[in-house]
């Protein structure tokens, strides 16, 4: 079931418009600030075996104590940091999680001195199959399995598939001009 389709269907009314406002609003629209996809990035990572509606509940309390996805920061982070965000009820507590952002963080530091911001190291290797994609994410980054690459890439839009043609919020991703309908377009 396509993810257009399976909020459509959801219960009760809160988590309908939790979703929707998710979909409607930011799954597969082209990210353009680096701090940002780290976030989007940060999330994915956290959803890995528990459900999206998680996640999404707890959006505000991971930029609270992520210092809003700010990667120089996250970078910088002590092992009194790691101990903070372990000991925070309001995003998931998972020692493997929390080291993968602080690592990826320092990651995407040096990707950023290397080729001047995430986005455009993300740039330089588009476009690219899911299993290349998944080969260089494992190959550059912490935590980084399958299903949460393909997420990632498809909530920004580097991939295809977060809406299918015929769900309305299809055409105002095309008009943000995705990173994979550019590369259909070469």
């Not at 910088?76 to 903070?84: F, I, L, N």
């Not at 911001?117 to 550059?140: D, G, N, R």
């Not at 015929?166 to 070469?186: M, Y």
Request: hydrophobic share 35%; proline share 3%.
């Amino acid at each position: 079931m396509s993810y257009c389709l399976a909020i459509e269907g959801m219960q009760p009314e809160s988590r309908k418009e939790l979703h929707k406002n998710y979909h409607d609003n930011y799954y597969g629209y082209p990210i353009h600030d680096d701090n940002e996809l780290f976030g989007r990035l940060i999330l994915e990572i956290n959803q890995a075996g528990l459900s999206w509606e998680t996640v999404l509940k707890k959006e505000e309390s991971f930029r609270k104590a992520y210092d809003n996805f700010n990667i120089q920061q996250i970078a910088a982070y002590t092992e009194e940091d790691r101990e903070r965000l372990l000991n925070d009820p309001g995003i998931i507590r998972n020692k493997l999680k929390v080291n993968a952002a602080i690592e990826n963080a320092k990651t995407i530091v040096e990707l950023q001195k290397e080729f001047g911001s995430f986005e455009k190291w993300l740039e330089h290797h588009h476009p690219k199959t899911l299993q290349e994609w998944m080969k260089l994410f494992k190959k550059t980054f912490k935590f980084t399995g399958g299903e949460i690459v393909n997420e990632f890439l498809m909530s920004t839009g580097y991939l295809k598939g977060a809406h299918h043609e015929s769900c309305p919020i299809h055409s105002k991703v095309l008009d943000q001009k995705p990173f994979w309908k550019e590369a259909e377009r070469k």
